[in-house]
Nanobody, 121 residues
């Protein structure tokens, strides 16, 4: 499985951004987004089940972000609104069969290269 994340950029606080992650190869996986800011550990952002019927969010982005997927395009999206400076990070997409462990990095065997989100105040 290969993952290609895109959509990052420099935005101002309060702006919106949509990240995309295109998967190739075997794609019947749950998909997740994680982020890592400089000097911090990688943290969970959002996850979506294989069917798209279940979604999960970190408290820090809940209400401001929406994860979705298009299985016909093997692509997962993360729509982020009302961005804050603390949302700035390198965003990674990942796929796997995490089950209830959807917020754990170790539950995802496949990772993309990351796309950088910078938020100016």
């Amino acid at each position: 499985v290969q993952l290609q994340a895109s959509g990052g950029g420099l935005v101002q606080a309060g702006d919106s951004l949509r990240l995309s992650c295109a998967a190739s190869g075997r794609t019947l996986y749950a998909m997740g987004w994680f982020r890592q800011a400089p000097g911090k550990e990688r943290e969970f952002v959002a996850s979506i089940s294989r069917s798209g019927g279940s979604t999960y969010y970190a408290d820090s982005v809940k209400g401001r972000s929406t994860i979705s997927r298009d299985n016909a395009k093997n692509t997962v999206y993360l729509q982020m609104n009302s961005l804050k400076p603390e949302d700035a990070a390198l965003y990674y997409c990942a796929v796997g069969y995490p089950g209830d462990r959807y917020s754990y990095t170790g539950a995802y065997p496949y990772w993309g290269q990351g796309t950088l989100v910078t938020v100016s105040s």
